[in-house]
């Protein structure tokens, strides 16, 4: 492997000697997600394998052209599992990808995202240095929270090489439950839930029907179950339910109109339903809002303000419209600093979130 690492640093070297754009790339299974794409692609998968894995500490360590399944089989032996439930959106998703999109799945709002278990990380910069950040388990975790960072930054602020993830143990049962109502009342009943002490790892409404997955001891699933009511759904339609909706597959996701735009709106659970046109599914407890809708970005991204939260344009849509929300401009100095510091000469996936990085 330190001869696939001399590769990169001879190809990083050189694109920064010349100021010339790399495209960091894994499976590509995420490469529509953010903005532009140029330069060369710098193809992270020759580097792969798992470095460490240890089931009684909880911690995972791999590559990153690592492929998520096989990182997701090693801890199936062990019954474990990456609790933020990461979307693959195709075969050969990678370690590197899913840290550096930073996207999770149902169990996001009860467990925590990408980030929340990264404990380190090694990171190629700008100028073919490897950096480590963090560690390999929860105690040696200190100083400047740097790994966190690279989750979500899109590959913008070096070339990630290796991640060390907290993992979960799986939990002893599981099941589905749904409900049928319409949103308002949906978002109301996710957020009485959410106060009391239920074991809910998923829920998402859509075409007034509210579905929730309740994982963890046997004895407590019941008592949920028996408090909250619903019906029961057997658990080979919910795993493929639940499996759709990480990975975008279900019906809603694939209904967007030649004019339309999938949106994703961050907000606080208990806001109200917003009357946009298009259609919602709602997850997270009420705090993501997913909207396929032909309303302007203006609308939409001026809805989220009101309601205390941000839009993100997540596929299709105008690709003139910025992808994420605009940044005031003291946090864009922040994110200017940090790409410069990682990043001098802007070789790493400029553009990828914000035309200005």
């Known amino acids: 492997m330190n001869a696939t690492l001399d590769q990169f640093r001879a190809v990083v070297e050189n694109a920064t000697a010349r100021r010339a754009p790399l495209q960091l790339r894994g499976g590509g299974t995420k490469a529509w997600y953010g903005q532009q794409h140029v330069g060369e692609v710098l193809d992270t998968r020759p580097y792969q394998g798992i470095v460490a894995y240890d089931p009684a500490e909880l911690v995972i360590t791999a590559r990153c052209g690592t492929p998520l399944a096989d990182i997701e089989a090693a801890l199936a032996e062990k019954n ?21 999109a930073g996207l999770s799945g149902p169990r996001r709002h009860t467990v925590g995202a990408v980030r929340d278990f990264v404990l380190g990380a090694r990171l190629m910069d700008g100028k073919g240095q490897i950096l480590n ?13 740097v790994a966190r960072v690279l ?108 004019d339309q735009a999938l949106w994703r709106l961050a907000v606080p659970s208990i806001t109200e339903p917003h009357r946009l046109p298009g259609k919602q599914l709602i997850e997270w407890g009420g705090a993501q809002r997913w909207w396929i809708t032909d309303a302007d970005a203006q609308i939409v991204r001026s809805a989220a303000r009101q309601a205390g939260g941000h839009a993100t344009l997540f596929r299709y849509g105008d690709p003139s419209v910025s992808v994420f929300t ?32």
Request: contains cysteine; glycine residues 12%; aromatic residues 10%.
């Open 80 to 100: 474990q599992l990456l609790p933020f439930e990461p979307p693959y959106f195709g075969p050969g998703a990678t370690l590197g990808g899913c840290v550096a």
């Open 133 to 145: 950040f963090g560690g390999q388990v929860m105690k040696n975790v200190a100083g400047y929270d």
């Open 151 to 258: 989750a979500g930054s899109l590959g913008t602020l070096g070339l990630i090489l290796e991640v060390s993830l907290k993992v979960l143990p799986q939990p002893f049962a599981e099941l589905t439950l749904q409900f049928e109502m319409n949103a308002i009342d949906a978002v109301r009943k996710l957020n009485e839930w959410g106060g009391q002490p239920l074991p809910i790892t998923g829920s998402a409404w859509r075409s007034d029907l509210l579905v929730i997955r309740l994982a963890g001891a046997s004895a407590a699933i019941k008592a949920a179950r028996v408090k909250m009511g619903g019906e029961l759904v057997d658990a080979i339609h919910a795993a493929k339910f639940w499996h759709a909706i990480r990975e975008q597959t279900d019906g809603f996701f694939a209904d967007a109109g030649p």
């Open 326 to 357: 605009p940044l005031p401009t003291p946090l864009m100095r922040i994110h200017r600093n940090l790409k410069a510091a990682f990043d001098p000469a802007g070789i790493f996936n400029p553009g990828r979130m914000y035309a200005e990085l």
